[in-house]
């Protein structure tokens, strides 16, 4: 039995940090683009009249928080924070900008599995499925 349980903790260690390594490209890939000066990216957002300070912040904010997620004892917590980002993105596409925001949903979803993983829930639903079978 010790073996599957090292096992199974080694593959949940390479999800994991796939998921942190996967999160922290999605997000820093468009954060680099934006600040690079793309202009698609400046024009969403010029939509919202703020100037070029906000774009930077946003886009600093992003790459701080992608970062973050590599560091397990932050990870979490800079997971939530770039949940909480993209939802605020996601509404601004679809009532400001009203531009196309179906990536934004794909960015979410290997978000959604870093948090679930890390926060236990996984792990949880694994076992109930144990159970079960």
Same mark, same amino acid.
């Given at each position: 039995?010790?073996?599957?349980?090292?096992?199974?903790?080694?593959?949940?260690?390479?999800?994991?940090?796939?998921?942190?390594?996967?999160?922290a490209l999605?997000?820093?890939?468009?954060?680099?683009?934006?600040?690079?000066?793309?202009?698609?990216?400046? %024009?969403?957002?010029?939509?919202?009249?703020?100037?070029?300070?906000?774009?930077?912040?946003?886009?600093?904010?992003?790459?701080?928080?992608?970062l973050l997620?590599?560091?397990?004892?932050?990870?979490?917590?800079?997971?939530?924070?770039?949940?909480?980002?993209?939802?605020?993105?996601?509404?601004?596409?679809?009532?400001?900008?009203?531009?196309?925001?179906?990536?934004?949903?794909?960015?979410?979803?290997?978000?959604?599995?870093?948090?679930?993983?890390?926060?236990? %829930?996984?792990?949880?639903?694994?076992?109930?499925?144990?159970?079960?079978?």
């Amino acid at each position: 039995m010790a073996p599957a349980s090292s096992s199974d903790a080694r593959t949940k260690a390479l999800v994991l940090w796939g998921l942190r390594i996967l999160v922290a490209l999605v997000f820093t890939t468009p954060a680099l683009l934006t600040l690079g000066g793309l202009a698609p990216m400046i %024009r969403q957002f010029d939509a919202f009249g703020f100037g070029p300070w906000f774009r930077i912040t946003v886009s600093l904010v992003q790459i701080a928080a992608a970062l973050l997620v590599l560091l397990p004892a932050a990870s979490l917590a800079a997971a939530i924070v770039l949940l909480l980002l993209d939802a605020a993105i996601l509404l601004s596409e679809v009532f400001v900008v009203h531009g196309g925001f179906i990536h934004l949903v794909l960015f979410a979803l290997p978000l959604l599995a870093l948090i679930s993983v890390q926060s236990g %829930r996984f792990d949880r639903r694994l076992a109930e499925l144990d159970k079960e079978a």
